[in-house]
């Protein structure tokens, strides 16, 4: 594989790797903006413009902009985080000036004609009614904001309809000149690209886009709390947490490693005692997010109402036990999973692409592969008990629950436990 990088004048980096043996490249346009850049009256703005982008520019309708894609057997998509939003297409080695240029015009050019508009903000209405109507869904929503209160990155990245619905097409076009900035956007390929030809595209199609910064978001302030939502569900959907930390601190490997020794997989320490031994849940898995200038580390598991304490307890014991007793063998396992993971995905053009993006905004270089598997092969036991350690001592643990209100009762209760340790 072979990177090349380019800054062009408007501080747009333009990146690509020469995978040789492919027929096909994605490429995709990378902004280092996303919902938390958002203001309180903003909510939901990010996915609507990225929703947007394909609903027509000043030279393409939105059934142009599919049928022309599509025409050379491409696809199309994009999708909007708490830090980032993405606009990618995958094609032929021979159309990606054709995919360029699509993605440069939803970018540049716009329309946000006021019927596709109302029609996409309808959509978004449903998709926001949704995710009310999908337990294992909100309590993920619940479990941010409560990590996060009155803040944008702890806002849902959909919005909510009475503000999804204010959204006029020249408050769309303020949020995308303010925060779709050179500086802060990436232009990545990966497959079968040329370096050059893809930097003379890059250049000439986004010579719109202004070089100066973006307005930095807010800084991310975890303080902790407790979300509980009464519901007639099946199940409690239990999200229980703690604050993480970002990809930017060098503990951040060892708490990733933590996560797969907790949750990470069939073997794990969460996955074998509270599913395998005891038959508490169906799912459990441990997550970490990272973000700029924090993160947050959490568990999730849905369980019968009468077996909420029960589950919670073991959740808990065994994240205290790990910062004792993790193991060489527990943690070589979880080294070897991240590992796969990191290598497996160096074998897909799309997610070649998106990682580099990703390092550039992350870390403004492309880290090599060699790099980060030093860094996780670096990690020792005493690392990873460590984690676990500063996890709990940090305190201010985070719950959320959906489910009968009987089986809410005890989340809340030993979620005491984390408080008073």
């Known amino acids: 594989m072979s990177v090349r990088q380019t800054t062009l004048e408007n501080g747009i980096t333009v990146i690509s790797d020469d995978m040789a043996h492919l027929g096909t490249a994605s490429l995709g346009i990378w902004v280092g903006a996303g919902a938390r850049d958002e203001q309180e009256s903003e909510h939901g703005i990010s996915h609507l413009l990225e929703h947007m982008a394909f609903k027509g520019t000043r030279r393409r309708s939105a059934r142009r902009i599919a049928e022309e894609i599509e025409q050379v057997g491409g696809d199309i998509n994009a999708a909007t985080s708490v830090e980032q939003t993405s606009y990618n297409v995958r094609v032929l080695g021979e159309d990606v000036g054709l995919g360029l240029d699509i993605l440069s015009d939803i970018l540049t050019e716009p329309a946000f004609a006021p019927e596709e508009l109302a029609r996409e903000k309808n959509v978004i209405v449903q998709e926001i009614g949704a995710v009310m109507d999908t337990p294992d869904d909100l309590v993920f929503d619940l479990f941010q904001e409560a990590a996060f209160p009155g803040q944008a990155v702890g806002r849902s990245i959909l919005g909510t309809p009475d503000t999804v619905r204010s959204f006029d097409p020249e408050r769309l076009g303020a949020y995308l000149g303010r925060t779709y900035r050179g500086p802060r956007m990436v232009v990545s390929a990966a497959g079968a690209?040329?370096?050059?030809?893809?930097?003379?595209?890059?250049?000439?199609?986004?010579?719109?886009?202004?070089?100066?910064?973006?307005?930095?978001?807010?800084?991310?302030?975890y303080k902790g709390g407790i979300s509980l939502t009464p519901r007639d569900t099946e199940q409690v959907h239990v999200v229980?947490?703690?604050?993480?930390?970002?990809?930017?601190?060098?503990?951040?490997?060892?708490?990733?490693?933590?996560?797969?020794?907790?949750?990470?997989?069939?073997?794990?320490?969460?996955?074998?005692?509270?599913r395998e031994q005891r038959g508490l849940c169906y799912s459990i898995y441990a997550f970490h997010w990272a973000y700029a200038d924090s993160g947050l580390f959490g568990i999730y598991a849905g369980t019968d109402e009468g077996d909420v304490g029960e589950l919670t307890d073991v959740i808990i014991d065994q994240l205290m036990a790990a910062g004792e007793t993790a193991t060489e063998t527990e943690v070589a396992r979880a080294k070897a999973q991240m590992k796969v993971g990191l290598l497996a995905a160096l074998e897909s053009s799309g997610a070649r692409a998106e990682q580099l993006a990703r390092q550039i905004l992350a870390f403004d270089r492309v880290i090599p592969v060699e790099e980060i598997v030093a860094k996780v092969e670096a990690v020792t036991v005493e690392d990873v008990r460590a984690a676990a350690r500063d996890l709990v001592a940090a305190g201010r643990p985070v719950l959320a629950a959906i489910g009968p209100g009987k089986g809410l009762e005890p989340a809340a209760r030993v979620v005491e436990r984390l408080r008073v340790r």
């Open 240 to 274: 229980l947490g703690l604050e993480g930390c970002s990809f930017r601190v060098p503990r951040y490997h060892a708490l990733q490693v933590l996560t797969n020794v907790l949750g990470g997989g069939m073997s794990s320490r969460l996955f074998q005692e509270v």
């Open 193 to 221: 690209v040329d370096h050059e030809h893809f930097v003379a595209e890059a250049a000439q199609r986004l010579r719109a886009i202004k070089k100066d910064e973006k307005p930095p978001a807010p800084a991310a302030l």
